[in-house]
């Protein structure tokens, strides 16, 4: 079965420290992947994508992510966190032999970054 | 450029009663999708829309739920009786697929309370 994993329920890091939010992948080829953040009663907005390509994608808002496919691993990075970078982060993965192209979401993050 | 939109933003309603939710994604958009997400848990995919065809309704429970996106703009999700455990919030997005596939807009949801 296709799936996404997010380890960690909550990721806590002082400001101005590098952060990192895990998410591992369990898909069948080469898959395309996602990072999608949500703040308080908003909707998800997009960060960054791996589609093909250098395996360092940068995103929104500085935020970058590294796709090692012999660890089915694409975690996000930021260098220098901010207390603005508190939210919810879901990794998504979509299928790449699904013509719908739908959004398989893990579980999702909680990111604190203490002042 | 408008984003996508979602109304009513908060719903409650009793067990066995009936509820919609309408979403206006954003112009231009062919695909359109709703999906579910429970308090603690991802967004899981209900059903997805390409113009007005149904392209994945696979894990959409057609006993008590439809959808339908007349004329390939809006689109209307009705549950119809609602049960304990449709309590989540009902984000919508669109995208550009399968032109540009890879990028999904989310509204900022309706959370929905079943008492």
């Known amino acids: 079965a296709q799936s996404v994993a997010q380890p960690e329920d909550q990721v806590k890091v002082a400001e101005g420290n590098p952060l990192t939010v895990k998410c591992t992948y369990s898909?069948?080829?080469?898959?395309?992947l996602f990072w999608y953040v949500q703040y308080p009663n908003r909707g998800l907005q997009f960060l960054l994508k791996y589609i093909t390509g250098d395996n360092l994608v940068k995103g929104s808002y500085g935020f970058e992510a590294e796709f090692n496919k012999s660890q089915t691993s694409f975690h996000l990075k930021k260098p220098s966190a901010l207390v603005s970078d508190s939210a919810l982060y879901f990794c998504?993965?979509?299928?790449?032999?699904?013509?719908?192209?739908?959004?398989?979401f893990g579980s999702g993050t909680r990111l604190l970054v203490r002042p | 450029e408008a984003g996508v939109a979602q109304s009513p933003r908060y719903k409650i309603i009793e067990k066995r009663q009936s509820v919609a939710f309408w979403c206006n994604p954003i112009s231009g958009h062919a695909t359109l999708y709703w999906y579910q997400q429970i308090l603690g848990q991802g967004p899981k995919l209900l059903i997805q829309f390409q113009n007005n065809g149904v392209v994945d309704d696979s894990q959409l429970p057609k006993d008590r739920f439809s959808a339908e996106r007349l004329k390939g703009v809006d689109s209307t999700l009705k549950i119809q009786p609602a049960k304990l455990e449709d309590s989540a919030v009902y984000l919508c997005?669109?995208?550009?697929?399968?032109?540009?596939?890879?990028?999904?807009?989310f509204g900022p949801g309706t959370r929905l309370t079943v008492t």
């Open positions: 898909v069948s080829g080469n898959p395309y």
């Open positions: 998504a993965v979509s299928p790449p032999m699904d013509s719908s192209y739908k959004l398989i």
């Open positions: 997005a669109s995208s550009l697929a399968p032109d540009r596939p890879y990028e999904q807009y």
